[in-house]
């Protein structure tokens, strides 16, 4: 079934069961895609071991989803207007599972890296969808109240994927955090082909392949220069190159898009206010969340030596905040409006990575439950507010190219955090041992400290310095993204005032 041009007559035609398997599919979408994208860093060890990939090789392991996830977003997008948003996703969905078997199964570290490609570009056509999906389902606040769910539920899946990830691993091969999304996968299609309405632009125009080939490469550039960054530094020849090309080819990709009739970006949209600074907040909130999973798992790991099925369990409280959040996304919003209820999720936000701030060595879990929860809250409310805003500003026919600008400002400050928080926290540890001549693999990591501590003389010194490095430069991080978050806030409180609480349908 093809979805009415009137949205309240589609919202009125589906039953309350339907309503709800539709948002239960999404998230199920949402869920995969995010696990897909955490769980991988678990089995890196293990897969290392069996494939024996070169240090290159494995960065392009770990990143390649990634890359192509991130790539592919705004064509994708605009695909699913064109196409059917959701003929797009059980396409999409259909190959993300058969090439998850091949990857579970892949013989050598170049297969892997391509297989991983291929995964992340199946998942840039599930991720838009789902969203303009919802955008063309609901309408108002049962748009709000069902974008609220799906975020909760999404952060939750970051959250699954390393718990999953560590339970597979302690009974079976690395190649089963892949399989694991086959029944997934069937579940999602045998569902959705029946209960998902299709959707697409009445009238979508050429796709500008010139357009496509510039915001690739583009953004590939630009999110390969932020990893490489993170990774090696600046004193690397392809980092600058890989800046210039990128940048470049977004500038050309800007400066075209207004002389076409149908572009691939509508940069118009950016004139609206209320979307200009969701889409600003969304970066600005990814880039303090991702940059808090990573030290997490780093702490519990490293710091207290858990396992990494117990340092993702001790994670999921986190993950029960997000859920909270999203759940009371739509309440605050009709008690306190979006700029309140924004401002508020940063409030809690920056509480949270002030809570951070105060952790230690010997810090009691209770303490960090507190601490993952406020902060949990405070992103799902961001989010809910910041993708209902993105989706109920523009028209429903742009739902999917809305929906990658959105994802993809999610993508680009997710790397951005963990580029620029990660190696502040590691020039910070590093500054820990100045004075002291130490092996160079733990002076530039805790995770090298920790192996070198069990080889070396006086090694639980070592390591008793390289912890305590780490918290303090850990410490001095999370107030920094508290002050961060407090500018979001006051950015927010601003720039979303006037926005109504209730966006129907715009044209």
């Given at each position: 079934?093809?979805?009415?041009?009137?949205?309240?007559?589609?919202?009125?035609?589906?039953?309350p069961?339907?309503?709800?398997?539709?948002?239960?599919?999404?998230?199920?979408?949402?869920?995969?895609?995010?696990?897909?994208?955490?769980?991988?860093?678990?089995?890196?060890?293990?897969?290392?071991?069996a494939?024996?990939?070169?240090?290159?090789?494995?960065?392009?392991?770990?990143?390649?989803?990634?890359?192509?996830?991130?790539?592919?977003?705004?064509?994708?997008?605009?695909?699913?207007?064109?196409?059917?948003?959701?003929?797009?996703?059980?396409?999409?969905?259909?190959?993300?599972?058969?090439?998850?078997?091949?990857?579970?199964?892949?013989?050598?570290?170049?297969?892997?890296?391509?297989?991983?490609?291929?995964?992340?570009?199946?998942?840039?056509?599930?991720?838009?969808?789902?969203?303009?999906?919802?955008?063309?389902?609901?309408?108002g606040?049962?748009?709000?109240?069902?974008?609220?769910?799906?975020?909760?539920?999404t952060?939750?899946?970051?959250g699954?994927?390393?718990?999953?990830?560590?339970?597979?691993?302690?009974?079976?091969?690395?190649?089963?955090?892949?399989?694991?999304?086959?029944?997934?996968?069937?579940?999602?299609?045998?569902?959705?082909?029946?209960?998902?309405?299709?959707?697409?632009?009445p009238?979508?125009?050429?796709?500008?392949?010139?357009?496509?080939?510039?915001?690739?490469?583009?953004?590939?550039?630009?999110?390969?220069?932020?990893?490489?960054?993170?990774?090696?530094?600046?004193?690397?020849?392809?980092v600058?190159?890989?800046?210039?090309?990128?940048?470049?080819?977004?500038?050309?990709?800007?400066?075209?898009?207004?002389?076409?009739?149908?572009p691939?970006?509508?940069?118009?949209l950016?004139?609206?206010?209320?979307?200009?600074?969701?889409?600003?907040?969304t970066?600005?909130?990814?880039?303090?969340?991702?940059?808090?999973?990573?030290?997490?798992?780093?702490?519990?790991?490293?710091?207290?030596?858990?396992?990494?099925?117990?340092?993702?369990?001790?994670?999921?409280?986190?993950?029960?905040?997000?859920?909270?959040?999203?759940?009371?996304?739509?309440?605050l919003?009709?008690?306190?409006?979006?700029?309140?209820?924004?401002?508020?999720?940063?409030?809690?936000?920056?509480?949270?990575?002030?809570?951070?701030?105060?952790?230690?060595?010997?810090?009691?879990?209770?303490?960090?439950?507190?601490?993952?929860?406020?902060?949990?809250?405070?992103?799902?409310?961001?989010?809910?507010?910041?993708?209902?805003?993105?989706?109920?500003?523009?028209?429903?026919?742009?739902?999917?190219?809305?929906?990658?600008?959105?994802?993809?400002?999610?993508?680009?400050?997710?790397?951005?955090?963990?580029?620029?928080?990660?190696?502040?926290?590691?020039?910070?540890?590093?500054?820990?041992f100045?004075?002291?001549?130490?092996?160079?693999?733990?002076?530039?990591?805790?995770?090298?400290?920790?192996?070198?501590?069990?080889?070396?003389?006086?090694?639980?010194?070592?390591?008793?310095?390289?912890?305590?490095?780490?918290?303090?430069g850990?410490?001095?991080?999370?107030?920094?993204?508290?002050?961060?978050?407090?500018?979001?806030?006051?950015?927010?409180?601003?720039?979303?005032?006037?926005?109504?609480?209730?966006?129907?349908?715009?044209?």
């Amino acid at each position: 079934m093809t979805i009415s041009a009137n949205p309240a007559a589609n919202t009125a035609r589906f039953s309350p069961g339907r309503k709800a398997a539709i948002i239960g599919v999404c998230v199920l979408v949402q869920i995969l895609t995010a696990v897909d994208l955490t769980v991988l860093h678990l089995a890196i060890p293990a897969l290392s071991e069996a494939l024996k990939p070169s240090t290159t090789q494995a960065l392009w392991i770990a990143d390649g989803y990634g890359f192509a996830l991130a790539g592919l977003l705004i064509t994708a997008g605009n695909v699913g207007d064109r196409i059917g948003r959701k003929k797009l996703l059980l396409a999409g969905a259909a190959v993300f599972g058969l090439v998850s078997v091949a990857t579970a199964y892949a013989p050598n570290a170049g297969t892997l890296i391509v297989l991983r490609i291929v995964l992340g570009a199946s998942a840039a056509t599930l991720m838009p969808s789902t969203l303009s999906i919802l955008r063309n389902t609901f309408t108002g606040k049962e748009r709000t109240a069902a974008i609220g769910v799906s975020s909760g539920l999404t952060i939750l899946g970051f959250g699954l994927g390393p718990l999953i990830g560590g339970a597979l691993l302690s009974h079976f091969w690395w190649g089963s955090v892949f399989l694991v999304n086959v029944p997934v996968v069937a579940v999602l299609i045998g569902v959705g082909l029946f209960v998902l309405p299709e959707s697409r632009n009445p009238e979508p125009g050429r796709l500008d392949g010139v357009s496509v080939v510039l915001s690739l490469v583009g953004i590939l550039g630009v999110v390969y220069t932020i990893k490489e960054i993170a990774y090696k530094g600046l004193d690397h020849w392809d980092v600058y190159a890989a800046a210039v090309v990128g940048v470049g080819c977004l500038l050309v990709f800007v400066l075209r898009q207004p002389r076409l009739r149908e572009p691939l970006m509508d940069l118009a949209l950016f004139r609206n206010r209320a979307f200009s600074a969701t889409i600003v907040t969304t970066v600005l909130a990814m880039f303090a969340q991702l940059a808090v999973s990573v030290i997490s798992t780093q702490y519990f790991q490293l710091v207290h030596g858990w396992s990494p099925l117990k340092s993702g369990l001790a994670g999921l409280p986190g993950m029960g905040g997000a859920l909270i959040g999203g759940t009371l996304g739509a309440l605050l919003i009709k008690a306190l409006g979006r700029a309140g209820t924004v401002t508020l999720g940063c409030l809690s936000s920056a509480a949270g990575f002030a809570l951070y701030s105060r952790t230690d060595v010997g810090t009691a879990y209770p303490y960090l439950v507190v601490t993952m929860v406020v902060f949990g809250i405070g992103l799902a409310l961001i989010l809910t507010v910041a993708t209902d805003t993105v989706l109920g500003v523009v028209p429903k026919q742009r739902a999917g190219a809305a929906s990658a600008i959105s994802e993809t400002a999610t993508e680009l400050g997710g790397a951005l955090g963990i580029a620029v928080l990660g190696s502040v926290l590691g020039s910070l540890y590093r500054h820990g041992f100045d004075g002291l001549t130490v092996p160079d693999p733990a002076r530039e990591t805790l995770a090298g400290a920790v192996e070198v501590s069990a080889q070396v003389p006086g090694g639980a010194q070592l390591l008793t310095t390289a912890k305590q490095a780490f918290i303090d430069g850990l410490q001095v991080t999370m107030l920094g993204a508290a002050g961060l978050m407090l500018l979001v806030a006051a950015v927010a409180w601003f720039a979303l005032r006037g926005v109504p609480k209730v966006l129907e349908d715009a044209e």
